[in-house]
């Protein structure tokens, strides 16, 4: 048994193997993690920028990640970073490879990373992620950054704990890119073509205006597409100041609270269904009945009888 | 333990300077085909890389693979940059080309199972599995 509060005075004098153990707490469901997550500093938490960065896998996330780390370091910026990848719906393991691109940074106590796997939680994800992100804010980081692979459910819901989203394409991804048009492209505060050395990346930016375009924008002469090329750094103060920008007027008017306030709600949610789990499951479980009958009657049962309980 | 089953994280590194890491890689799969979360960091690590990151990524163990003969200086490299960091309770596991007689002082230095070429994979698993195991105890203790 870990002691909570110097736990917490250590997050806060940040200390990586806290923050780490702390992120353990919360990924693995541990009721430890309540106290922490009420002490840390809800003044930090809200000053806090949380982007997040999706896209295809391939289109050069993590290395614009890593570049964009060295940017804010450059101003001296604390910062956060939380890369998720899929598990395996197999074994429930995982490959976490997003670090390689950013091993520069290891030994920068103040860049603070942590991969983490989606271990198929239908619920749960979005709120370990939400929360990891609070930890590392009040350990002093002043942006966070999500990472994540843009293609699920789960991945959008991701997204949208985010204050500001980045969706990354590059030429060459295809189909890729077609197929998440739909929902992506209309959450997306920014698009980023990287990889804007390669052939096919010029058409591929004008697409991106043209989807652009679409949408009201948050005011006028905001850029909307960034290209970059992540591998030589191109491009990525212009991101950097785009991103900032849309922080700036996202705090200016009511939007950075409204987005806010609705992560929270879904946070909630998604902790509920998280926290649901085990009893529903240890219900079905002990269920005799469960042989017979439609499966939906008997999920409304199983349900009366939680409420009853 | 709370509401989910533990998952037992390591990571998994390559440190000194040859080139290629298929060996490592195969480590990585057949581990997260054994349910493992699997932090990889890619070839040419700095011990004190690879302890900075597992502490950051709080793994249980972590799996050092050389092929370059580097291992008698950078396995030991490894427990000390791990111990200057209050992490000497994760578990070191090293594997490669290590000729036999290397292995005993490897292991006094703190390595807790060293594989090569002619370790079965199932071996290999077993022993990350007891690295968690015990680690994972230490941890609630
Ligand atoms: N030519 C080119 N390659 C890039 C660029 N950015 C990233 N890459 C390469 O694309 C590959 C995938 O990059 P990665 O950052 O891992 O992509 P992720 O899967 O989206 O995180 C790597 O081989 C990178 O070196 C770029 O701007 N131009
Ligand atoms: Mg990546």
Redesign the pocket.
């Known amino acids: 048994m870990v002691e909570i509060s110097p736990l917490i005075k250590a997050i806060t004098n940040r200390d990586s193997r806290a923050i780490a153990r702390a992120i353990t707490f919360v990924e693995d469901g541990d009721r430890q993690a309540d106290l922490i997550l009420t002490g840390l500093d809800p003044v930090l938490i809200e000053k806090a920028t949380v982007i997040g960065i999706t896209?295809p896998?391939?289109?050069?996330?993590?290395?614009?990640t890593d570049k964009l780390i060295s940017q804010y370091r450059n101003q001296n910026e604390r910062i956060g970073v939380i890369a998720i990848d899929p598990s395996s719906p197999i074994s429930g393991g995982a490959i976490l490879g997003?670090r390689i691109?950013m091993m520069k940074h290891a030994l920068d106590n103040d860049v603070v990373m942590r991969s983490m796997a989606t271990r198929g939680r239908l619920g749960g994800l979005c709120g370990a992620a939400g929360a990891t992100a609070r930890i590392m804010a009040g350990s002093g980081c002043s942006t966070i950054i999500i990472?994540t692979v843009g293609v699920g459910q789960s991945e959008m819901d991701i997204i949208r704990l985010a204050d500001i989203t980045a969706l990354?394409v590059a030429p060459g991804l295809g189909d890729d890119i077609q197929a998440m048009k739909a929902g992506l492209l209309e959450v997306a505060d920014l698009l980023v073509v990287?990889?804007?050395?390669?052939p096919g990346a010029e058409a591929l930016a004008m697409d991106m205006e043209t989807v652009a375009r679409e949408k009201p924008p948050l005011a006028d002469n905001l850029a909307r597409v960034c290209l970059?090329?992540?591998?030589?750094g191109r491009g990525i103060k212009e991101l950097s100041e785009a991103l900032a920008r849309i922080d700036y007027l996202q705090r200016q008017g009511d939007e950075h609270v409204r987005r806010r306030q609705q992560a929270r709600t879904m946070e909630v949610l998604d902790w509920s269904l998280e926290m649901l789990r085990p009893g529903l499951q240890d219900l079905i479980n002990r269920h005799d009945v469960l042989e017979t009958g439609d499966p939906r009657l008997l999920a409304a049962e199983i349900i009366k009888e939680l409420m009853n309980h | 333990m709370g509401v989910n089953e533990r998952k037992k994280r390591v990571l998994i590194a390559k440190p000194g300077l040859d080139g290629h890491d298929r060996g490592a890689k195969f480590i990585a799969r057949a581990l997260r085909d054994g349910g493992f979360e699997v932090i990889y960091t890619g070839i040419r690590r700095t011990p004190e890389e690879i302890a900075a990151a597992a502490v950051q990524e709080d793994v249980a163990a972590i799996g050092l693979s050389s092929l370059s003969g580097g291992h008698n200086r950078l396995f030991p490299a490894v427990i000390e940059a791990l111990a200057k960091i209050n992490g000497s309770d994760i578990q070191v596991l090293g594997g490669g080309v290590i000729p036999t007689e290397d292995i005993p002082a490897l292991k006094e230095a703190g390595i807790r199972e060293i594989f090569t070429p002619g370790t079965p994979i199932e071996i290999i698993i077993q022993s990350f599995q007891e690295a968690c195991d015990l680690h994972y105890r230490h941890r609630s203790a």
């Open positions: 896209g896998p391939g289109a050069g996330k993590s290395t614009l997003d691109r990472e990354v990287n990889k804007a050395d390669c970059t090329v992540a591998t030589e």
